[in-house]
T-cell receptor, first 119, second 114 residues
Framework: ETGVTQTPRHLVMGMTNKKSLKCEQH?????MYWYKQSAKKPLELMFV???????ENNSVPSRFSPECPNSSHLFLHLHTLQPEDSALYLC??????????????????FGEGSRLTVL | DQQVKQNSPSLSVQEGRISILNCDYT??????FLWYKKYPAEGPTFLIS?????DKNEDGRFTVFLNKSAKHLSLHIVPSQPGDSAVYFC?????????????FGKGTRLSVIA
């Protein structure tokens, strides 16, 4: 497999469920990201992991819990979500040059997304 | 406060004509700008970029123009093709300001009509 792969592609869950989204990148990058895309809103950065260390958490509610066991894998654990959390969750990766996020070009490589519906 | 703004949520263009997608930004520290294209049920893919030291970058049918004084950039697609129909996201980054991630606009949905 190549690029950035996300599973599952679609997920429906109740508010009391616990589920996880998985992301895997095969590009040899050292930074991974979770973005949320809601209708009529910009892509919202949720979490950033550089060199497996979390460097950014944009005031994301604690019902979203990221995990980055290594530079190739990223999880988003979901617990007691709300219907307004229904969105497309996108994983991305990039090569960090040490000083800048996204490397010299700022380019992110995205997965296809996981469409989450919370009932 | 949105740092990257795409004020047109949608745009329709006839096949063969020029598509012009606009993007404005507010943060003067941004020094690199990118356009991403997104089809339904897929993640965004990188399309073209421009550094703040340039005012134009061209790649085939796609050209990005940057007006730093106006804090404005635009993506031109000519000639437009039906396969160009997608959502286009403008993004910006302050590469020389440390470990900052990309900031995205809301996107513009382009429909190219055959």
């Amino acid at each position: 497999e190549t690029g950035v792969t996300q599973t599952p592609r679609h997920l429906v869950m109740g508010m009391t469920n616990k589920k996880s989204l998985k992301c895997e990148q095969h590009l040899g990058h050292n930074a991974m990201y979770w973005y949320k895309q809601s209708a009529k809103k910009p892509l919202e950065l949720m979490f950033v992991y550089n060199f497996k260390e979390q460097t950014e958490n944009n005031s994301v509610p604690s019902r979203f819990s990221p995990e980055c066991p290594n530079s190739s894998h990223l999880f988003l654990h979901l617990h007691t979500l709300q219907p307004e959390d229904s969105a497309l969750y996108l994983c991305a990766s990039s090569q960090v040059s040490g000083l800048t996020s996204g490397g010299a070009t700022g380019e992110l490589f995205f997965g296809e997304g996981s469409r989450l519906t919370v009932l | 406060d949105q740092q990257v703004k795409q004020n047109s949520p949608s745009l329709s263009v006839q096949e063969g004509r020029i598509s012009i997608l606009n993007c404005d930004y507010t943060n003067s520290m941004f020094d690199y700008f990118l356009w991403y294209k997104k089809y339904p049920a897929e993640g965004p893919t990188f399309l073209i970029s421009i550094s703040s030291i340039k005012d134009k970058n061209e790649d085939g049918r796609f050209t990005v123009f940057l007006n730093k004084s106006a804090k404005h950039l635009s993506l031109h697609i000519v000639p437009s093709q039906p396969g160009d129909s997608a959502v286009y996201f403008c993004a910006a980054i302050a590469l020389n300001s440390g470990n900052t991630p990309l900031v995205f606009g809301k996107g513009t949905r382009l429909s190219v009509i055959a």
